[in-house]
């Protein structure tokens, strides 16, 4: 009963850090100090990663009729467009399928870890903050979506890339590439979401593929502790999808980072203390 409890908790925090740009893993990494699941680590780093379908699903929930190109109410200039939005998104995936693939089990060996988190949560944080200031009196050169050309889609794939690197954040990587490349943070956000779809579900599937492949099952207990986990992250991934969108059309994006360099220092101030008295 306690784990369902910590799945809810760990469910809550996937759901409220997956879309906004503050760093799932980084939330997750400082979680696991205190919220530790009492199963094997093979379990909990696949869980950490399976829950973010939960997420997926409040993205396909919430836009359904814009990502459903087969929409009986859609006129065929529409569905043309959505047909495209989704090749664009495609398109914007490959990069990381290309990179990070082959990279991806090096990266977790060697680059979670609290001093590569905190430095990335940090540094991401102040370019939020100086490339809101830089863009404050610019004018973005595309406001909707149907007009984001295929080239640009593939620079934004670029820079999903980064997010490889815990702490950054998957969200926060692509928004800050959009809005550098001449996007509105709503084209920015929504597109962000969108090319989640492809790379969370890939990158769920291919963390379940490897659990099993390495000799693991999973338990009734399991089970049941993974759903719960996907469930509360969908709920609350759902509202916080919400909320970004409602904050954005109003405010930037220097809030989220300010929030991500204080984290940042909590996360020094917390793992440099416990290694100085080790």
């Not at 400082?30 to 990663?49: Q, Y």
Request: proline fraction near 4%.
């Amino acid at each position: 009963m306690l784990d369902i409890i910590k799945a809810v908790i760990l469910g809550i925090i996937e759901g409220v850090t997956e879309f906004l740009p503050i760093s799932s893993t980084g939330h997750l990494y400082l979680a696991d100090e205190f919220i530790k699941l009492n199963e094997p680590t093979a379990f909990i780093n696949m869980f950490m990663v399976v829950i973010q379908l939960g997420a997926i699903l409040a993205v396909l929930v919430l836009y359904f009729n814009k990502l459903n190109p087969w929409a009986t109410t859609k006129s065929i200039r529409e569905r043309r467009q959505t047909w495209s939005l989704w090749i664009k998104v495609v398109v914007a995936v490959l990069p990381a399928i290309i990179v990070g693939l082959p990279l991806n089990d090096w990266m977790d060996a060697h680059l979670t870890s609290w001093p590569v988190i905190a430095t990335t949560l940090i540094l991401y944080g102040m370019l939020f903050i100086v490339i809101e200031n830089y863009n404050r009196t610019k004018t973005p050169r595309f406001t909707d979506l149907n007009t984001l050309p295929f080239k640009l889609a593939i620079l934004i794939g670029c820079f999903q890339v980064l997010a490889m690197v815990p702490g950054t954040s998957r969200s926060g990587a692509t928004i800050l590439g959009a809005i550098l490349l001449g996007t509105s943070r709503y084209v920015a956000t929504e597109f962000s979401f969108f090319l989640a779809i492809p790379t969370m579900f890939g990158a769920s599937s291919l963390k379940v593929l490897k659990y099993l492949i390495h000799g693991n099952s999973f338990t009734y207990t399991q089970v049941i502790i993974l759903l719960t986990g996907v469930i509360v992250s969908y709920i609350v991934a759902y509202l916080a999808i919400k909320f970004l969108l409602s904050y954005i059309r109003n405010n930037d994006f220097k809030l989220f980072g300010w929030y991500r360099i204080a984290l940042g220092i909590v996360v020094i101030g917390y793992f440099g203390w416990q290694q100085l008295f080790s």
